[in-house]
């Protein structure tokens, strides 16, 4: 309570600064607070007006927590109350009793879970594991705008910037944090591969005749409060993706709905891209996410250790620096590289130690960023891995079902395609398969790509992904 209170200017300064408060919000709104009292992890912050509570509990309470959980070390939940409430009314702000109100709150996160897991949610993606540093504040700060007033502040929000960098993460981010507030919402992630293969699909079922395949396609992205459409970069050049998504963006925008895009370029560089859907990518607002400064590596870093609780590690701080040193460009890779330390320990079954050593050699394999990628099987392995999220242990594995045979097969075709690989080598790299396998599955792939255009849509995302150039 003391550290509290003695840190609050301290802590209401730093949300003005890194939130971006007008003079007139944060006197309005932030000066006025004070610290009542705090019980168990509840803080009680006192209000002038009781009227005011909804206003700084939908706009400040998410920034609060943040600024209040960085000064002092301590999440608090955070509850406001009237300046001059009495004793006997403050119970009434209290949780009524302590097992129902934890059952209430776990009844409640339940059901949000199971809607964000509808609307294709990746849990661990929220503001509360997104660490803000100076590459991304300024779409930190934008995103938890739209957040706080979905469809209202910047609409739509575009997110761009390079490969690994935190975009999904922060629209991810947005939808929890919209649905948390209010489950009621209708949210919807998808990527452009998805929207434009569902596209495709509808368009071949109709032809057969059935009309409701492009009625339930137009309902299904159209029927949101908020559509988050991921690498929007994919459907350039596709005309019908392009002619359909515009009048998606017009429907949802005209009625004030939320759009949230991301995509690896800013909407003046995407060259093919239809002037008229340029133009409203550029409607609200665009914000960029540049690559990490040191300081925000190894906070990205120690963030991951807290989270996967790999505390148990002991991990030496100049392990870490290591890794921050040297993985510079993605944090997609600067995650990996944790990840292959630990497992690279466990593979020795903890003889060696953690140190630089072990840490160059789980480094060994990733792309330096300074260099030009050169596309070799490993990579390509990686990236199907990556996209279809099935591990490259399945890859290898002999497990046969379709999911996991049909992305296998298409890193064979890959391999041929883009290498000059061997067969041989190829069947070696994938769990000592031999060369006839891999020829066959690499003949089935080129087949299937001729007549499948879905299938042919998502070979090309993925060549992209491996060379982007
Ligand atoms: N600021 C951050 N704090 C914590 N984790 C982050 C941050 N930025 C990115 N990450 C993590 O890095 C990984 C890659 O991020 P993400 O998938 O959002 O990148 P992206 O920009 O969407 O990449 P792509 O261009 O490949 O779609 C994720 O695991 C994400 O949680």
Redesign the pocket.
């Known amino acids: 309570m003391i550290t509290i209170k003695e840190k609050w200017e301290e802590i209401i300064q730093k949300l003005k600064v890194e939130y971006f408060l007008s003079n007139i919000s944060f006197e309005t709104w932030i000066r006025p607070l004070e610290v009542y009292d705090i019980v168990d992890d509840t803080l009680y912050l006192s209000i002038n007006f009781k009227a005011s509570i909804e206003h700084i509990q939908n706009k400040y309470l998410l920034p609060l927590k943040v600024c209040i959980a960085e000064v002092t070390g301590v999440e608090y939940d955070i509850k406001f109350i009237p300046k001059d409430v009495s004793q006997s009314e403050m119970e009434t702000y209290r949780p009524s009793g302590e097992t129902e109100y934890k059952e209430e709150i776990k009844q409640k996160h339940k059901k949000v879970n199971h809607i964000a897991e509808q609307a294709n949610l990746n849990s661990?993606?929220t503001f509360d594991?997104?660490?803000?540093?100076g590459n991304?504040n300024f779409a930190h700060a934008a995103s938890l705008a739209v957040a706080e007033s979905p469809g209202e502040v910047y609409n739509p929000l575009f997110l761009y910037?390079?490969?690994?960098?935190?975009?999904?993460?922060?629209m991810h981010s947005v939808a929890h944090y919209i649905l948390d507030k209010d489950p009621s919402k209708k949210v919807l992630y998808v990527t452009s591969e998805t929207f434009t293969n569902e596209l495709i699909d509808a368009i071949r079922i109709g032809k057969t005749g059935n009309e409701l395949a492009m009625t339930s396609f137009r309902d299904k992205y159209r029927n949101n409060d908020v559509l988050l459409i991921?690498?929007v970069q994919f459907i350039i050049g596709k005309e019908s993706t392009q002619e359909e998504f515009f009048h998606t963006f017009n429907h949802l925008h005209n009625a004030g709905k939320q759009i949230i895009i991301?995509s690896?370029k800013p909407p003046k560089d995407m060259e093919t891209l239809e002037a008229r859907l340029r133009t409203r990518f550029e409607w609200g607002l665009i914000a960029d996410?540049s690559a990490?400064d040191y300081e925000t590596r190894m906070a990205?870093l120690y963030?991951k250790i807290e989270i996967d609780q790999l505390e148990r590690y002991n991990i030496p701080n100049d392990v870490i620096q290591y890794i921050a040193t040297n993985i510079k460009s993605n944090?997609?890779e600067l995650?990996g590289s944790l990840n292959k330390l630990i497992a690279l320990y466990r593979i020795n079954n903890n003889q060696k130690e953690i140190d630089i050593t072990l840490a160059s050699e789980a480094l060994k394999d990733l792309i330096s960023p300074d260099e030009n990628r050169k596309v070799t099987p490993e990579l390509i392995i990686d990236v199907v891995s990556e996209h279809f999220n099935i591990p490259i242990s399945d890859l290898k594995s002999s497990k046969r079902n379709a999911e996991i045979a049909n992305a296998r097969q298409i890193a064979m075709y890959l391999c041929r395609k883009m290498t000059d690989t061997p067969l041989k080598t190829i069947g070696l790299l994938l769990g000592g398969r031999d060369h006839s396998t891999v020829n066959h599955g690499v003949d089935k792939v080129s087949n299937d790509v001729e007549n499948n255009e879905t299938l042919s849509n998502t070979i090309s995302i993925i060549k992209k992904k491996i060379n982007p150039v």
């Open positions: 661990k993606y594991t997104f660490v803000v540093g991304n910037g390079g490969v690994g960098l935190g975009k999904t993460h922060l991921d690498d991301s690896d996410i990490p990205i963030k944090i997609r995650e």
